[in-house]
């Protein structure tokens, strides 16, 4: 059934964990950066009113949300633990797995832990190397690092400076990771639009990767309207230094100076202008891609992922905003879409936003071959009210693989982890949670659950503000998903769990 707040397991913090011991200093010599967050991420923490102020006070008085960092969840999770973050500052960011490894990005580098014990994760390694997102994947002995942001050269040592500087770059980072606790800057590749996240089609001599960009504004000299494409950069495994971009498929073709994608406002009011994607998912055993672009909605076939191919678009003009991410279910006949409302820093989780606006699109994939079409079935939104001073919104999750279901879970800002089925399209319904309660009660003060991925019987989720925190899922729904082991995850590439 769907969890209510009178069905809550609380318990009060007693402490964020403690640092692995032996934490090693930053690889790579940077000069520290704060984190800037890019035209459409989460902005800076600002003032609200008074009035929201005395919301946020009184629901935690009233028991209707968690005290100020007060850490609650359903009786089916465990926190295990929680690594604070160190070296680096900024804001945290997207994850991936090998192994024993997880790989952390950070709006100023990247972190890696052994998680071999996942009660206790050590830090190996910390790389600084400023550059947001840090949007960070990894294959093979190679990592990449995507930086959507613009600095004064391609280099770990790069300053932040104005777009307009024609030194300005942006673009993809490739690290050699065989020594995990020696990652080695490798090569570097400028993308039109810089890349703000990125997808791999690795094979087996070549890693593609998908470069998401899109266009904010007309500041940008090199990212100006129509920015209807994606970057495909082919990598050579054996010769990484020798990666460079091969294509600029065109997605949205069209007449005019915007292209053809959803021309947003005022055509469309409060729907975001489609310029480029936001997050491409591939699923690679099927040729298939699903993208999430800003206003838009698509299905792709990648048989050759030279040349990606369109074969369904959707849109929704009235709920959604900001098509965010995708993810496939195991059976690859759904999808399904994130909501990014508010650009990740608006306080989108409460009863004036409603249940459909901020949330997961679940679609259905009919027809076949490129016939197929995606079709709408229904919304999910945590049913957890969170205060005015949280940001809260649809954010990055993963399947957990059990046959026959479809389950996700899902990462919410201060909204917390959210576990979901989707089985029934038209009918979600949450079945775990973790969160912890507002950072500030008078400064919506921007944090939570960046990433929240289930991977070798844990979920992993990467706090923007508290660190990296593990838990373990007990629920008989989904326990068979801890018999299914993955020597790596990349979650933009979606494996074939029962192949």
């Excluded at 010599?29 to 890019?38: L, N, W």
């Excluded at 004036?352 to 709408?376: C, H, M």
């Excluded at 399947?399 to 029934?424: C, E, H, N």
């Amino acid at each position: 059934m769907t969890l209510s707040h009178d069905h809550r397991t609380r318990r009060r913090r007693l402490g964020v964990g403690a640092l692995a011991a032996g934490l090693l200093a930053a690889l790579l010599t940077a000069q520290p950066a704060a984190a800037t967050p890019d035209p459409g991420d989460v902005p800076a923490s600002r003032e609200v009113s008074k009035s929201t102020e005395t919301q946020a006070r009184k629901v935690i008085a009233d028991g209707e949300i968690p005290g100020q960092d007060e850490i609650v969840h359903s009786a089916n999770v465990q926190h295990l633990a929680n690594i604070p973050k160190d070296a680096l500052p900024g804001f945290n960011s997207d994850l991936a797995f090998q192994g024993r490894y997880a790989f952390a990005g950070n709006y100023d580098g990247f972190r890696i832990f052994d998680i071999a014990d996942p009660k206790a994760p050590k830090t190996v390694a910390q790389v600084l190397c400023p550059g947001s997102q840090n949007d960070v994947s990894v294959s093979g002995n190679l990592l990449f690092l995507s930086t959507d942001s613009s600095r004064s050269d391609s280099s770990c040592n790069s300053t932040t400076q104005p777009a307009t500087e024609k030194s300005s770059w942006e673009g993809m980072k490739v690290f050699d990771i065989t020594d995990k606790k020696n990652p080695r800057y490798v090569a570097a590749v400028e993308t039109a639009c810089g890349s703000h996240t990125h997808s791999l089609v690795p094979k087996r001599d070549n890693v593609y990767i998908y470069v998401s960009s899109y266009s904010p504004s007309s500041t940008f000299p090199d990212c100006q309207p129509p920015h209807d494409g994606i970057s495909v950069i082919k990598v050579p495994r054996k010769a990484p230094e020798k990666a460079a971009v091969v294509s600029f498929p065109v997605l949205f073709p069209g007449e005019g100076p915007d292209g053809g994608g959803n021309p947003g406002a005022p055509t469309n009011p409060g729907v975001s202008k489609t310029t480029g994607c936001h997050d491409i998912t591939v699923l690679p055993s099927k040729d298939l891609a699903a993208g999430a672009c800003m206003g838009d909605g698509i299905l792709m076939s990648i048989k050759d992922p030279e040349h990606p191919k369109v074969i369904d678009r959707v849109q929704d003009n009235v709920n959604f905003a900001f098509w965010h991410s995708a993810t496939f279910n195991q059976k690859a006949d759904k999808v399904v879409f994130t909501d990014e409302l508010g650009g990740g820093g608006g306080a989108t989780c409460n009863a004036q936003t409603g249940p459909n606006r901020g949330a997961d699109g679940i679609y259905d994939i009919v027809g076949k071959g490129e016939s197929r079409k995606l079709v709408f079935r229904g919304y999910y939104k945590i049913p957890r009210h969170q205060a005015d001073t949280e940001n809260c919104v649809a954010h990055n999750g993963s399947l957990i693989p059990v046959k026959g279901r479809d389950l996700m879970v899902q990462a919410w800002y201060q909204g917390g982890v959210s576990v979901w089925d989707f089985t029934d399209s038209a009918h979600p319904k949450e079945i775990a949670y973790f969160e912890r309660g507002p950072l500030s009660t008078d400064t919506l003060t921007v944090g939570g659950s960046w990433s929240a991925y289930y991977y070798n019987g844990y979920i992993y989720s990467n706090d923007i503000a508290k660190g990296f925190d593990v838990l373990k899922l007990t629920d008989r729904r989904t326990d068979p998903a801890q018999r299914v082991r993955l020597g790596e995850l990349n979650v933009q590439t979606q494996p074939d769990y029962f192949g």
